[in-house]
């Protein structure tokens, strides 16, 4: 079975900085999809970024960007000019892509962000 | 087009009640999933549905919970005889075909007195 592992409960950063979470995984698919999900307080789930595996090219979302490990099976998470509405937990998930496999996403523990003013 | 929506925002039980959980997913979307987080905890997948049709349960507790998206109208998750442990939020999420990203509604709060 997969397993995705957030291994920074806490994170803090000042305004306007940058910061990376990190995220690790473990499966044996070779097809599959990565993402970071954002939650707020209001706890809506809301999509960061994703990533396709078959994809070399790491994805970029304006100020969030990945750097995709497929050997090390790392999927980090960097936001640039950190803003206070950035705060939030942040979960790593991963979904098999196997198109007869389950499409269930497999979350990591979270981090939570917090921004310094 | 409006998100997933999910009602109650807020459901307190006492012990032994039975808790229904509504989603309405997304105009076009026929795929509905279902996830429960527990208090500082990630998202943990329960069950994934077609219209009329469970595909994946193997996130389900084996007793008490059930899950129905019947041809009309919204997806409901039950849970009978409710116990302080399914405390929890409880978010559903849906997508117009397998392979596309989800969207998530805003979840249910299920506390259990």
């Known amino acids: 079975a997969q397993t995705v592992t957030q291994s920074q409960p806490e994170m803090s950063v000042q305004e306007a900085e940058t910061v990376t979470l990190s995220c690790t995984y473990d499966t044996s698919e070779s097809d599959y999809y990565l993402f970071w999900y954002k939650q707020p307080p209001s706890r809506q789930m809301i999509l960061v970024i994703r990533q396709e595996a078959y994809k070399q090219q790491n994805a970029t979302e304006n100020r969030f960007s990945v750097n995709f490990q497929k050997a090390a099976k790392s999927f980090s998470l960097k936001i640039s000019d950190s803003q206070l509405g950035d705060a939030a937990m942040y979960f790593c998930a991963y979904r098999s892509g196997l198109t007869q496999g389950a499409q269930k996403l497999v979350f990591g523990q979270g981090t939570r962000l917090t921004i310094n003013p | ?113």
């Not at chain 2, 929890?88 to 849906?94: E, G, L, M, P």
């Open chain 2, 1 to 113: 087009n409006a998100g997933v929506m999910q009602n109650p925002r807020h459901l307190v039980r006492r012990r032994g009640q039975e808790a229904r959980l509504r989603c309405s997913p997304m105009k076009g979307h026929s795929h509905v999933y279902w996830y429960r987080q527990l208090p500082e905890e990630g998202l943990k997948f329960m069950v994934y549905l077609q219209k009329e049709n469970i595909i994946d349960e193997s996130g389900m507790p084996k007793e008490r919970f059930s899950a129905e998206f019947p041809k009309e109208g919204p997806s409901i998750l039950r849970i009978q005889q409710v116990v302080r442990g399914d405390s929890a939020a409880y978010f559903c999420a849906s997508s117009p075909d397998r392979a596309y990203g989800y969207t998530f509604g805003s979840g249910t709060r299920l506390t259990v007195v």
